[in-house]
């Protein structure tokens, strides 16, 4: 019986100039549940300043931990300012997961004349980090692609079927409107502009080129990387959480072979289809556009698209598709691998996976046009 009164918790009352300090002592845990609530409703002085000290405190569970923010949000809710004080380092983290505010702020780091420099080599370090793990998920697929070529069944075709008809058939209704609606703005501007220097009939050329070597392939793969990419990453994000991707290590099974081959390979195949179908879209916008906005024949129209349309032009945006695909592909696969067991980890790398693609892609895009001008095509 005298160990329970001397592990009974206490608030004692002292005062401290304008001020009053709580002393906290004794057993801060769910047993004592009444007799916490009833100091905790009488405890609350009159007085500016409040400090509640809780160095006594010999134990305390998130029964006792949410009394002592009831108790301080009171003290602020009255006008007073309440401050903590004496807190136990085995208790922060029963305040930090109950009310972060609670909890003890860490120190801020000073601002320092490195911190540009730092920041900047941490960045490159992550970037050559994704560059590494790039090309060593390149490596790991030509390997599988390679395994697969030697025996077939090893390519699991009705799992590529599967993910070309979610990458590529499904796909296709929003890849033909959002590239018919781009061709009509390119079209409508291009008219609109070109009218003051008579030189309407220029509009198709511009069109034609930039749908056939740049704006279709660009389009359709930042969309393939919104749509796809992040459900790339998603999904292996989300069987790494489940320990999915470790049960196939146990069975003996690869999961490269059996969860991101048979998604790149559809991807790498659907994506000049889906780039075709976007360019013919945007050239077919463009002549309503013509027709309607300029009252340009159509005859007129698909002559001047005959001249402006070469089969080189075609080629470059065709041969783009599959490379950016590819890329698309793998960064989110990388990023679902890299998922651990939250789901703002989840979150997070469906995010990255899609910013990254996107990233990529741009550049692949700057880097075929220095090598197709550089081939004169």
């Not at 009352?13 to 007799?35: E, I, Y």
Request: proline share 5%; with cysteine; glycine share 10%.
């Amino acid at each position: 019986m005298a160990a329970d009164m001397a592990h009974e918790p206490r608030i004692n009352q002292t005062s401290l100039g304008d001020g009053a300090v709580l002393v906290l002592s004794g057993d801060w845990t769910a047993p004592h549940a009444r007799l916490i609530e009833d100091l905790a409703h009488r405890a609350l002085p009159q007085a500016r300043r409040i400090v509640i000290d809780l160095t006594g405190i010999a134990r305390l569970d998130t029964f006792g931990a949410c009394a002592i923010s009831m108790l301080r949000d009171a003290a602020g809710g009255a006008g007073m300012k309440p401050v903590l004080m004496g807190m136990a380092e085995r208790n922060a983290p029963i305040f930090a997961a109950l009310d972060p505010a609670t909890a003890a702020e860490p120190p801020r780091p000073r601002a320092s004349l490195l911190d540009a420099p730092e920041s900047i080599g941490r960045n490159l370090t992550n970037a050559g980090a994704d560059a590494l793990a790039l090309f060593s998920m390149l490596g790991r697929l030509v390997a599988s692609f390679g395994r697969g070529l030697r025996d077939p069944s090893r390519l699991r075709f009705p799992s590529i079927v599967h993910h070309l008809d979610r990458t590529g058939v499904r796909a296709a209704p929003i890849v033909l409107l959002m590239t018919f609606l781009i061709g009509c703005i390119i079209a409508q501007q291009g008219f609109f502009h070109f009218r003051q220097f008579g030189a309407t009939d220029y509009v198709v050329d511009l069109v034609t080129v930039l749908t056939l070597r740049e704006i279709g392939v660009l389009l359709v793969i930042i969309m393939v990387a919104g749509r796809s990419g992040s459900s790339y990453a998603a999904e292996i994000g989300s069987m790494k959480m489940r320990e999915e991707i470790d049960a196939l290590r146990t069975m003996g099974l690869d999961p490269v072979d059996v969860l991101i081959l048979p998604r790149v390979l559809a991807l790498v195949v659907a994506a000049p289809l889906l780039t075709l179908l976007g360019m013919l879209a945007a050239l077919l916008g463009a002549g309503v556009v013509a027709f309607l906005y300029e009252d340009m024949n159509p005859a007129i129209f698909l002559l001047r698209l005959r001249e402006a349309a070469t089969f080189s032009h075609l080629e470059v945006g065709l041969v783009k598709a599959p490379v950016m695909a590819l890329v698309v592909a793998m960064t989110g696969a990388i990023e679902g691998l890299r998922v651990s067991g939250s789901a703002e980890s989840l979150g997070l790398g469906a995010t990255s996976s899609v910013v990254k693609s996107i990233f990529l892609v741009i550049v692949l895009d700057g880097l075929f046009a220095i090598l197709f001008a550089w081939l004169g095509m």
